[in-house]
């Protein structure tokens, strides 16, 4: 699994017969920090040759273009959890004005690199 240090997983939804050997990810929800929104990751899967992680900003794992996926009902929920990377790096918080900034220079780094992709021209709208 592929975990964000700002994850806390509600152990009262994993259940490991939820997993199988014929998928190749286990889709999961996740709770934003708000606590309003949610979102659904692919990122608990099989270990495949060409794994890797995709943007500056947003990463997304890329795991191929075809792949077999299973929705379980494992749960997650965004924390902001003191000495994470955003205080190492000087943000103090993920809503302070310095990471807005800092987002954007990954959002310029992304368009450098990325900038056909859809992806990063959606969190250039969004900024």
Same mark, same amino acid.
């Given at each position: 699994m592929?975990?964000?240090?700002?994850? *806390? =997983?509600? #152990?009262?939804?994993?259940?490991?017969?939820? #997993?199988? @050997?014929?998928?190749?990810?286990? *889709? +999961?929800?996740?709770?934003?920090?708000?606590?309003? /929104?949610?979102? *659904?990751?692919? $990122?608990? @899967?099989?270990?495949?040759?060409? #794994?890797?992680? *995709?943007?500056?900003l947003?990463? =997304?794992?890329?795991?191929? &273009?075809?792949?077999? $996926?299973?929705?379980?009902?494992?749960? +997650? !929920? &965004?924390?902001?959890?003191?000495?994470? $990377? !955003? /205080?190492?790096?000087? !943000?103090?918080?993920?809503?302070?004005?310095k990471?807005? @900034? +800092?987002?954007?220079?990954?959002?310029?780094? %992304?368009?450098? =690199?990325?900038?056909? %992709?859809?992806?990063?021209?959606?969190? @250039?709208?969004? /900024?």
């Amino acid at each position: 699994m592929i975990a964000d240090p700002d994850w *806390r =997983v509600d #152990l009262s939804t994993v259940k490991k017969s939820d #997993l199988d @050997l014929e998928s190749d990810a286990f *889709r +999961f929800l996740i709770y934003d920090r708000n606590g309003q /929104s949610t979102r *659904r990751c692919d $990122w608990l @899967l099989k270990n495949r040759k060409g #794994l890797a992680m *995709r943007y500056h900003l947003h990463e =997304v794992l890329h795991i191929g &273009e075809h792949y077999t $996926w299973k929705l379980i009902e494992w749960q +997650f !929920h &965004e924390i902001e959890k003191p000495g994470s $990377w !955003h /205080s190492t790096v000087g !943000h103090g918080n993920s809503f302070s004005a310095k990471r807005y @900034l +800092f987002d954007l220079d990954l959002l310029r780094k %992304d368009l450098d =690199v990325y900038g056909h %992709d859809p992806h990063t021209h959606y969190y @250039l709208g969004e /900024s």
